[in-house]
């Protein structure tokens, strides 16, 4: 059981639950419709909740929730509902922060602000069903609000669904993605040719480098150590993957495990030594 606290539209209303006597943001259709303040209100099966307890990267949830137009809310709770279809459990708090950024991304829209994402490529691979459910506010956008979105956006959109499924914060991911776009453009420079963005071995060398920079944050090591091998087998490779791993490690500030270097050696040798096939073919 809730008590109305205030009401921000028909489908929103902050309660002050009776069990804990603490704030809560209660979201569901027409739940807030003829509600009044310090009227008793139950959930409703379908209802969402989120406590207002937490701190987020971007400050307290009671500060934003107060800030954020309740259809910024709305289209987020709609998105994150979606994000849960497909990806079970996610962690429902980050529906304050990635509010607040659709709330300036929409601002910036409006005053025809063009704002690009030099990443959006590398989170389109990387986080390719965080993609595909951020591009769901698309159509929601244009329907309800009459905003077209692009790309871009739908990219930052799909650093916070990410943020939501693995117990990582929204800069981490971009510093992931960040570092793995730094990484394959060493490596393309390194080959002397751009790596084919569609084939196996790019993706495969996409994710190894994702939980390559993921460990060296974490700071966790792999178990199995294949230099010796990989540096006679081979050399050229080995050698790009030193070079590339000190810098990657400079890029982060973190030292690199020299563990690494082999397993990134072997994914260089396979993008390398990858032909190209003709266009006709």
């Known amino acids: 059981m809730y008590r109305v606290k205030k009401v921000l539209n028909h489908n929103t209303v902050i309660g002050i639950r009776s069990e804990d006597n603490q704030e809560y943001l209660i979201m569901g259709k027409g739940i807030g419709f003829g509600k009044k303040v310090s009227e008793r209100l139950e959930e409703r099966a379908g209802d969402t909740v989120y406590s207002l307890q937490k701190a987020t990267e971007r400050g307290d949830a009671r500060e934003m929730v107060r800030s954020i137009p309740p259809v910024c809310l709305e289209i987020t709770d709609q998105i994150l509902s979606d994000a849960e279809k497909v990806f079970g459990k996610i962690d429902r708090s980050i529906l304050f922060p990635m509010a607040d950024h659709l709330e300036y991304a929409i601002k910036r829209i409006e005053n025809h602000e063009q704002i690009s994402n030099p990443l959006t490529d590398d989170i389109r691979v990387l986080f390719h069903m965080e993609y595909k459910v951020a591009e769901r506010i698309v159509p929601v956008l244009k ?74 944050l974490k700071g966790e090591t792999l178990k199995i150590n294949m230099n010796d091998y990989m540096g006679v087998k081979f050399p050229q490779a080995f050698r790009m993957a030193e070079k590339i791993c000190r810098q990657v490690g400079h890029n982060l500030r973190r030292e690199l495990s020299d563990v690494e270097i082999g397993y990134l050696a072997m994914h260089i040798e396979r993008v390398a030594s990858e032909e190209i096939l003709p266009e006709n073919e």
């Open 143 to 216: 329907e309800r609000m009459g905003i077209e979105i692009d790309e871009d956006e739908v990219g930052y959109i799909a650093l916070h669904i990410h943020s939501a499924i693995q117990e990582e914060k929204v800069s981490q991911a971009m510093q992931v993605a960040q570092a793995v776009r730094e990484c394959v453009s060493l490596v393309e420079k390194e080959i002397g040719k751009p790596i084919d963005v569609m084939s196996l071995s790019y993706n495969r060398l996409m994710n190894h480098i994702r939980y390559m920079v993921a460990r060296a």
